[in-house]
């Protein structure tokens, strides 16, 4: 842990962070580059630095640092940064509640109940893993079915292992690592099963995680029943048709004591539900302007919360954006206000930020729901950009410049992605 | 003349995951194709011939807030020698505090690597 805890918590700030992973961490440097003096970073860990302190596997920051890094090496870069630029960091703290006008109140190990005012608000906290429960896998209820994201803390943090044999069900990132991960420790795992006809992790997750240790991918195949009174003993898997219907009459048993479930992430927005922010239904995050500004004025989101990264990198460039756009806001110095809005078309499940300005350059993120190989992203007629192939599983980036908005009068611009 | 012969890869070195081919014939490599940058060929080449990986894992570590510390290979190792290297690791133990970079296994498997840590670990 690099010490970081403030013995002196003020009463007032310019801005405060809520969550102090990647996305908190960038935000707070960011605002500190626009002017922004007394910043807080709150985070509910014993630590600043978020989920990258347990993803110690290798390939973030290729982007951002230039250079391929681990998670806890790319956390603690940032984090000295943050503690260099006199980032006020406070850990083991909750943010419970941001009143209209910025009133934040905390829960904290340290300080017990406070409340601080902020001039800005930045909503960093990231997401948590969706449970059995959220895709409802029917059979017994016993011991041994887990998220791999807490199989990754269990292993690479606490020192335990979750199980001796171990099947994997989704194709996510995390599982995909896990896969591996578990290898290296000497635990056999199974397979990883995939309800959809394409794995959801990166394609070289895929090669350098499975391929390079034999484990076997099965696509179109989920888990139907989970058996066992105290602990996991077998499951059944089976294929699945077009409908994703699977069918039992080719099912199969295989003996297991653990279920690890890399089934996707969920915006953590209980506090952006509670202080009645505008979300978007498909990201389940807050509906954000392209200076990362939520509905309510003054309280900007990004990273995690806003929509699923699958890099840190973009993370981080996502959020420092929104950090600077925090420290603007508290000098008075706002931006043009947006006049264009992004509708999602063919094949676009979401983009953010969900409106742009024609006077300034954007960077637009969104996700397919379907890859094709050989596509175009439309904007409209405005601008067409080629890309080779994409996929659900990684997230499209387009730079939008100026010039190309502004031949454009309309208020709302719909975005494709189509065959060329 | 000998028979020319196409070896597809995925690229491990970004997250883009370029799909390579690799033209030999028989003895020498004589393209790779499909790379984004020169790392994606870099990449085929060895793949190709002597395919390497960095290993991640953890070590024990005492007096520390977490049971274990993450570590990595300072380099590249053989990948079929990452079975046997995560292997060896598993029975180092440190103590905290540690230093990101600090080496706490020298020249693993004698193969040159040192094993360091990725963070910063303090006493607690």
């Known amino acids: ?420 | 003349m000998s028979e020319h012969h196409v070896s597809h890869y995925l690229c491990i070195g970004c997250p883009l995951g370029c799909r390579l081919e690799v033209e030999d014939d028989g003895t020498d490599i004589v393209e790779v194709r499909g790379w984004d940058c020169k790392r994606g060929e870099r990449y085929g080449r060895e793949e190709h011939t002597d395919p390497r990986r960095v290993v991640a894992t953890t070590v024990k570590v005492r007096g520390a807030l977490w049971a274990r510390i993450p570590v990595k290979t300072s380099g590249s190792v053989p990948k079929a020698m990452v079975r046997e290297i995560a292997k060896a690791v598993r029975n180092v133990e440190v103590e905290a505090p540690v230093r990101l970079g600090a080496a706490v296994l020298t020249d693993v498997l004698g193969t040159g690597v040192d094993i360091v840590a990725t963070r910063d670990v303090e006493r607690v």
């Open chain 1, 1 to 420: 842990m690099i010490t970081d805890e403030i013995r002196h918590l003020a009463r007032a700030y310019d801005v405060v962070i809520s969550g102090g992973g990647p996305a908190g961490m960038a935000a707070a440097i960011g605002a500190r580059s626009q002017g922004a003096e007394k910043i807080l970073l709150i985070d509910r860990e014993r630590e600043a630095g978020g989920i990258l302190w347990q993803c110690i596997h290798h390939g973030f920051g290729l982007h951002h640092f230039g250079e391929e890094l681990t998670g806890p090496e790319y956390a603690q870069r940032y984090l000295e940064e943050v503690l260099e630029n006199d980032i006020d960091v406070l850990t083991d703290t909750y943010v419970c509640d941001i009143s209209p006008e910025r009133q934040l109140k905390l829960m904290s190990g340290r300080h017990g109940i406070a409340v601080v005012d902020a001039k800005a608000v930045v909503l960093a906290m990231g997401a948590r893993e969706r449970t059995r429960g959220a895709i409802r896998i029917p059979g017994e209820r016993p011991s041994g079915v887990l998220t791999a994201g807490l199989a990754q803390k269990f292993v690479n943090m606490m020192g335990y292992l979750p199980g001796r044999r171990v099947v994997i069900l989704g194709s996510g990132d995390i599982g995909l690592i896990m896969a591996r991960r578990l290898t290296l420790e000497g635990v056999e795992v199974k397979g990883v099963f995939e309800i959809m006809p394409h794995a959801n992790g990166l394609n070289r997750n895929i090669v350098q995680c499975l391929h390079d240790y034999d484990i076997p991918l099965h696509l179109s195949t989920t888990v139907v029943d989970i058996h066992g009174r105290q602990r996991v003993e077998k499951v059944t898997v089976a294929p699945v048709d077009g409908a994703l219907k699977p069918d039992l009459s080719r099912a199969w048993d295989i003996d297991c004591d653990t279920v690890l479930l890399s089934i996707g992430l969920i915006p953590e927005n209980e506090l952006s539900r509670k202080i009645d922010l505008r979300l978007d239904p498909v990201t389940s995050g807050p509906v954000v302007n392209s200076t990362m500004e939520t509905s309510m004025n003054g309280v900007f989101a990004c990273g995690n919360v806003v929509h699923i990264h699958d890099l840190v990198d973009f993370v981080s460039e996502e959020s420092v954006l929104a950090g600077r756009n925090a420290g603007a806001y508290i000098t008075g110095r706002r931006p043009p206000k947006d006049n264009i809005r992004l509708l999602p078309g063919d094949n676009v499940a979401y983009c953010v930020p969900h409106t742009l300005s024609s006077e300034r350059e954007h960077i637009v993120y969104m996700r397919v729901r379907k890859p094709i190989e050989k596509c175009s992203v439309r904007f409209g007629e405005v601008l067409e950009k080629k890309l080779r192939y994409v996929f659900p599983a990684e997230m499209v980036n387009i730079k939008v410049k100026p010039q190309f908005l502004e031949n454009f009068h309309g208020d709302a611009l719909r975005v494709d992605v189509v065959q060329r």
